[in-house]
């Protein structure tokens, strides 16, 4: 992966995600841990939620992260394809680790931590050329 799209997905901690079920799509949006070794986003969503319910029974999802902003020459994004997995005890417990030392006060809530196993980033960014692209797939 580029690390011009590693570094932004660093940069940030806020998606939204996209999900469907039965036809029907839906967007919410979820605080999130990039773990660039495994190339996944870690994310905590109850079990109870409508997208979670979603991607449950259909876990190919997609996401974005942007920089909000109205400069033209700083317009930045990326735009995601993936699958959402549970974690295994081993893989939960790190996957937790990292997520609570990015957000320490989510150590208040219950969290139901998710994987986000990306298969495809493709990232805008202005600031290389109006509308230069960056590509990574898995």
Known sequence: MDNRIVNFIKRHHLLTLATVKNNEPYCSNAFYVFDEKKKTLIFSSDIKTKHAQQFIANPKVAASIALETTVI?????VQLLGEIKDLTQE???KAKKLYLETFPYARLMKLCLWEFHLTFVKMTCNRLGFGKKLIWEK
Not at 73 to 77: A, D, S, W
Request: charged share 40%; no cysteine; proline share 0%.
């Open 91 to 93: 893989r939960l417990q």
């Open 73 to 77: 020459e700083r317009i930045q994004g």
